[in-house]
């Protein structure tokens, strides 16, 4: 596996406001320090690939309205590799799109396609699992993706039955996908984390760019065929106009419907580097440094008091002190204060409209 043939496309065009009042439409949750480390979580996404991709081969596809703020929180992304949603259309569009664009400038590249907003913890196991799925996907007609190893019934992700019976003969952590599950119930849920065989869908997929055009073709032709109609128009100043208009005909589908519930070679690496989507203040809760009364608090100045289980976000204020609460949500941003029970969290989008 030669590493100039390594891409990472970064897929940034949510526009989640969960974490009001730091995260809005105008600038959502991957454009922001979430977790008071200096950094947003787009930033920490490319970083955490370490030397694996060369810079000039990241990709991030996102929203038109967000073309700047990338181009400025990742100044090495070359702006041509920046690529504009005109609409959402779920991610299907988004990666026959991006991958036509690189099967243009390379045939013969091996790519990882991540979201802009997850946190890792252990980095180092995570390069480990995605070079041994870059290796195996290099060298094979497979696409991997990464199931993540439950360990709570969790009904806000999606789970991967993997057949465990017996690994690939290539690579020893690689096993065969079984089936996708839709997100399920907390009794399913339960019964899926005694199971060895379920995982957690990360939304991370690997394949060589030869296998993802190919999958297109077979099971998405429509689209494949639109996307491929617009190669001369690829690095000219006519693509914008023609993905505009194209987009707004696409089917909205995401990945997985569109290609992976009918793909044969679909292989599951069980993984477990601390990974989360971080798609509510109570995974950003689990996630955090906590304290002997399981409080996490994310700011320069914050004094607890007889206060239990509570996320305390507060980077702008000068100092922050909170007595007798248990279960809440404390957070500030740019003169606006969310105090929420973590338990009403569903509610905080009709709170603040």
């Known amino acids: 596996m030669e590493k100039q043939n390594n891409h990472l496309v970064i897929m940034a065009g949510g526009v989640g406001s969960r974490f009001w009042p730091m995260s809005s439409e105008q600038r959502p949750k991957q454009f922001i320090d979430i977790l008071g480390c200096g950094k947003t979580l787009i930033q920490l996404t490319v970083e955490r690939f370490g030397d694996l991709v060369p810079k000039s081969n990241v990709w991030v596809v996102t929203s038109a309205a967000y073309a700047d703020i990338v181009a400025e929180q990742l100044p090495d992304v070359p702006r041509e ?19 036509w ?10 790519v990882v396609v991540a979201p802009s907003d997850h946190i890792v913890t252990d980095e180092t196991t995570f390069r480990k699992t995605i070079k041994e799925a870059l290796e195996f996907t290099s060298e094979t007609d497979a696409i991997v993706t990464l199931g993540m190893k439950p360990s709570r019934p969790e009904t806000g992700y999606g789970y991967i039955k993997a057949d465990l019976s017996y690994p690939s003969s290539r690579k020893r952590n690689l096993y065969r996908v079984d089936s996708f599950k839709e997100k399920p119930s907390l009794d399913v849920a339960t019964q899926y984390v005694q199971q060895p065989n379920y995982l957690w869908n990360s939304g991370i997929f690997v394949w060589s760019i030869r296998t993802i055009i190919n999958a297109f073709r077979v099971y998405q032709p429509k689209m494949s065929r639109d996307f491929e109609k617009l190669l001369p128009l690829f690095d000219t100043e006519q693509e914008q106009e023609a993905i505009d208009k194209l987009y707004a005909t696409c089917e909205s589908i995401s990945v997985d419907y569109a290609i992976m519930e009918h793909a044969e070679e679909i292989f599951v690496y069980p993984a477990s580097f601390g990974w989360s989507d971080l798609g509510t203040w109570s995974s950003l809760l689990m996630q955090s440094p906590r304290d002997e009364h399981g409080n996490a608090a994310i700011g320069a100045d914050i004094r607890l008091f007889d206060t239990h289980n509570c996320i305390v976000h ?10 007798g609460l248990d279960g809440f949500i404390v957070a500030e941003q740019d003169g606006q204060l969310l105090i929420c029970k973590l338990s ?7 709170f603040h409209d």
């Not at 009403?344 to 009709?350: A, D, S, T």
């Open 314 to 323: 507060t980077t702008e204020a000068r100092q922050v002190v909170v007595q």
């Open 101 to 110: 664009k690189i099967k243009k400038r390379n045939p013969r590249a091996n």
């Open 344 to 350: 009403e969290e569903q509610r905080i989008k009709l």
């Open 81 to 99: 590799n920046i690529l504009l949603e005109p609409c959402r259309r779920n991610t299907a569009p988004c990666v026959c799109y991006v991958s």
